[in-house]
């Protein structure tokens, strides 16, 4: 009999970090999905990875689950490298893929069964552990419901359920709101911050929506492969320094090279319209309309937030 996936002593969290990342990098023949990529997680922490899809999140959290063998760098999940201890590390972390992993035909009950057995649990301790998460997640009441009969929000407290059986000391979740309604999105947030209250366990989320980023201890910005900032949201949009204001016209182009010239102020042309990174926006805007009165179409102006962060790192909107 296979002895459960369940943390090992040696695994408990101690001085050493949740999740250690030095220099990694990843190739796919000749693209480089990761590179020289370094960052530490503590234990009982929310990290979130913002990035857009082939920046280089999937591949990074295959390698962090033991799927995938770094090019170059190292992992460790509380201490154990992934490249040459993947056992251990399967030992302290649960997994919630992207893509949906349920049998929609089973029940919910039973979909738990299979699950436990495949990781070694087994009689009074499954049953038991089988109880906990449903009263974790909130679905005690519905245990007995076919999966295909749930709603997404549903099916992926189910998923989580799953995930959480063997009790991980590291949450890894891929997109974890991907494919659902914003209430169901919010449900799913409350039980993941109901889980690190009560289970204090490490939660790592690859996402590419700023809200679900903006609600974790820290997140760390990926693009193309890179990680190019990170901290704590508020510490991040403190960086920015200044005011956003957006303008819009019909010729952006020269508009903007006159208020580069005019003003010594850096603009960006981004999604239709121009960017500008400027303290005491109050002050400027009416200085900037009364420069260009029949240039300028809209105005509008406010405090920075986690996307002005993005776009600042990566010259980029996250869509």
Not at 39 to 48: I, L, Q, R, T
Not at 72 to 79: C, K
Not at 281 to 296: D, K
């Amino acid at each position: 009999m296979a002895e459960p996936l369940s943390p090992t002593p040696a695994s408990r969290p101690g001085l050493q970090p949740a999740l250690n990342v030095v220099g990694l990098g990843h190739r796919y023949g000749d693209r480089q999905a990761l590179q020289s990529v370094s960052f530490d997680v503590a234990p009982g922490e929310s990290f979130g990875l913002l990035g857009p899809n082939g920046g280089g999140k999937t591949t990074f959290f295959r390698i962090a689950a033991t799927l995938l063998t770094p090019t170059n760098g190292t992992v460790r999940v509380f201490g154990h490298d992934v490249a040459t201890h993947p056992d251990a590390v399967r030992r302290c972390i649960g997994m919630t893929f992207q893509s949906p992993a349920l049998d929609d035909r089973l029940r919910i009950v039973e979909n738990l069964y299979y699950h436990g057995h495949l990781y070694g649990l087994h009689g009074k301790s499954l049953n038991q552990r089988i109880d906990e998460v449903l009263s974790l997640v909130n679905l005690t009441d519905r245990a007995s419901d076919l999966v295909s009969t749930l709603s997404g929000g549903l099916q992926r407290r189910v998923e989580l359920a799953k995930t959480l059986l063997t009790k991980p000391l590291l949450l890894l979740l891929d997109e974890p709101s991907n494919g659902l309604d914003p209430g169901a999105r919010r449900e799913v947030w409350e039980h993941l911050r109901h889980l690190r209250q009560t289970e204090s366990t490490t939660i790592i989320v690859a996402t590419h929506l700023m809200d679900e980023a903006a609600q974790c201890d820290r997140v760390g910005i990926l693009h193309e492969g890179q990680l190019v900032a990170s901290g704590t949201p508020e510490a991040l949009v403190s960086e920015i320094g200044g005011d956003m204001i957006l303008v819009t016209g019909k010729d952006l182009s020269p508009l903007a090279q006159k208020i580069t010239q005019r003003f010594d102020q850096r603009v960006e042309i981004i999604d239709g319209a121009l960017r500008l990174e400027r303290a005491q926006a109050h002050e400027f805007v009416p200085e900037l309309v009364e420069a260009f009165p029949g240039e300028i179409d809209t105005i509008t102006f406010g405090k920075p937030t986690l996307e002005d962060v993005f776009i600042h790192y990566t010259g980029e909107q996250l869509h």
